[in-house]
């Protein structure tokens, strides 16, 4: 705890029950943890300042500011030399604290999607452009059956590793009147006969083109091109 944090603390239990006012001293008191034997006097001295502060008075209120400002000179001040003294008995080497600082910043997790799983992402996504996410996350955790990862881990990877973006695409329509077309209608409609099918009873005829541009995804995967510097 600070000195600014503690001082927002007395100005909000202004005016409270004794409860409050040892809700600060409690709170003073985990000061003391990390204090040596020579401050420790001035806990206390801050302790007996605070119960019976009048709030009205500003007399008061100031001289407890003042105690707190050198409770926190002498905690910082300790702060250092601990710093110091563990500087000397590790031969010179980078402080504690640092240390530690730096070796987190610098951690790196393994990655979770080797390259098996990257390949088999690309192949998925060659025969399924317009898969989803969630799709593509379900069929690689099937084929991967020990692997653990969220969809969200697929999705970076899929925009990293394997190079894929989404793009809007277009619908093309199919050669509806091309001879090929015609002809497998013929030997539609003849198979239909030698099976005695009513067309006009027994079948449902649907517009597919119209069926489909409804029900067929617009974006689709596909790979990024790469950038050539001149």
Not at 57 to 66: A, G, N, P, Q, Y
Not at 90 to 97: D, F, M, N, V
Not at 106 to 126: A, G, K, S, T
Not at 127 to 134: E, F, I, K
Request: glycine share 4%; charged share 25%; hydrophobic share 35%.
């Amino acid at each position: 705890m600070t000195t600014y944090s503690l001082r927002n603390e007395i100005l909000k239990y202004q005016g409270a029950s004794a409860f409050g006012i040892q809700c600060i001293c409690d709170k003073i008191t985990l000061m003391n943890t990390s204090l040596c034997n020579s401050t420790k006097w001035q806990v206390i001295e801050l302790r007996s300042a605070i119960i019976p502060v009048t709030w009205d008075s500003r007399t008061s209120m100031m001289s407890v500011f003042e105690l707190l400002a050198t409770l926190q000179n002498e905690y910082d001040i300790l702060r250092k030399l601990q710093q110091e003294n563990s500087f000397l008995e590790s031969g010179g080497r980078e402080l504690p604290e640092l240390q530690k600082n730096t070796k987190q910043d610098n951690r790196e997790w393994p990655p979770v999607l080797r390259e098996e799983h990257i390949q088999f992402l690309v192949n998925y996504i060659d025969s399924n452009a317009t898969s989803t996410v969630d799709l593509a996350h379900d069929e690689l955790c099937k084929a991967f059956s020990g692997l653990k990862i969220s969809v969200n881990a697929v999705h970076k990877d899929m925009r990293t590793k394997c190079n894929l973006y989404l793009k809007r695409t277009e619908i093309l329509c199919e050669k509806r009147v091309s001879d090929t077309t015609i002809r497998k209608r013929k030997l539609y409609v003849e198979k239909c006969k030698e099976n005695n099918v009513d067309c006009q009873k027994n079948c449902v005829f649907i517009h597919e083109a119209g069926f489909n541009l409804y029900i067929m995804r617009n974006p689709a995967w596909i790979p990024k091109k790469p950038t050539y510097q001149g």
